[in-house]
């Protein structure tokens, strides 16, 4: 079992940053995937970036690219999520997720879940 804990978010003015963090505790974590999706008002869960544990290699959604930053800290088992020039459309409940082995960009394909955090981004 992986137990996911994020915190961050909050409210900002477009054009502004803020800065998720998640905290992975459980099992070991070779091969750990760690991911952060995101749910707007009516509409599904969207993958937003993911980062392997082992190579640290990233991975993000078109419409975050060169805009979030995703980076995990090996130390203290904590993966990052900056987040620049925010626009409205990223408002959403924003949650981190794990899986072992592979990068997977739909939500049903990873087991574990954090308890999400809201990010609001006014215009």
């Known amino acids: 079992q992986v137990q996911l804990v994020e915190s961050g978010g909050g409210l900002v003015q477009a054009g502004g940053s803020l800065r998720l963090s998640c905290v992975a505790s459980g099992r070991t974590f070779t091969n750990l995937v760690m991911g952060w999706f995101r749910q707007a008002p009516g509409k599904e869960r969207e993958f937003v970036a993911a980062?392997?544990?082992?190579?640290?290699?990233?991975y993000y959604s078109d419409s975050v690219k060169g805009r979030f930053t995703i980076s995990r800290d090996s130390a203290k088992i904590t993966v990052g999520l900056q987040m620049n020039s925010l626009k409205p459309e990223d408002t959403a409940v924003y949650s981190c997720?794990?899986?072992?082995?592979?990068?997977?960009?739909?939500?049903?394909?990873?087991?574990?879940w954090g308890q999400g955090t809201q990010v609001t981004v006014s215009s």
């Open positions: 997720a794990a899986r072992f082995t592979s990068i997977r960009y739909t939500a049903r394909e990873y087991p574990y």
């Open positions: 980062i392997s544990w082992s190579y640290g290699a990233t």
